[in-house]
């Protein structure tokens, strides 16, 4: 198992950029996809992006072209750059990570979004 533990969320504009940080307590080279979800209230949880131990990635229509997932194997950390932000971007964002034998969630970071 490994522990992620998020950061970086806040209140911002619309139109403003956030960049949300994942620290993954031990290697991650031995971690298959590392992904960000989000949660909105009153809606399920959905994929946002997603990186592949290859480096494919992957971007949920709602938000392509505006967000870049990207990881640092030395350091251990996974981040979320998003633009352009709009008020249906707020939401609890979860770093998630798997491998082979566990999944693993973080306890989430608050994006909000004013008009």
């Known amino acids: 198992q490994v522990q992620l533990v998020e950061s970086g969320g806040g209140l911002v504009q619309a139109g403003g950029s956030l960049r949300l940080s994942c620290a993954i307590s031990?290697?991650?080279?031995?971690?298959?996809?590392m992904a960000w979800y989000r949660q909105a209230p009153g809606k399920q949880r959905e994929l946002v992006a997603s990186?592949?131990?290859?480096?494919?990635?992957y971007y949920a229509d709602s938000v392509k072209g505006r967000v870049t997932i990207s990881r640092d194997n030395a350091k251990s950390m996974v981040y979320l750059q998003m633009n352009s932000l709009r008020p249906e971007d707020t939401a609890v964002y979860y770093c998630?990570?798997?491998?082979?034998?566990?999944?693993?969630w973080g306890q989430g970071t608050q994006v909000t979004v004013s008009s």
């Open positions: 031990g290697s991650i080279f031995r971690l298959n996809t």
């Open positions: 990186i592949a131990s290859g480096g494919s990635t």
């Open positions: 998630y990570a798997d491998s082979p034998f566990f999944a693993s």
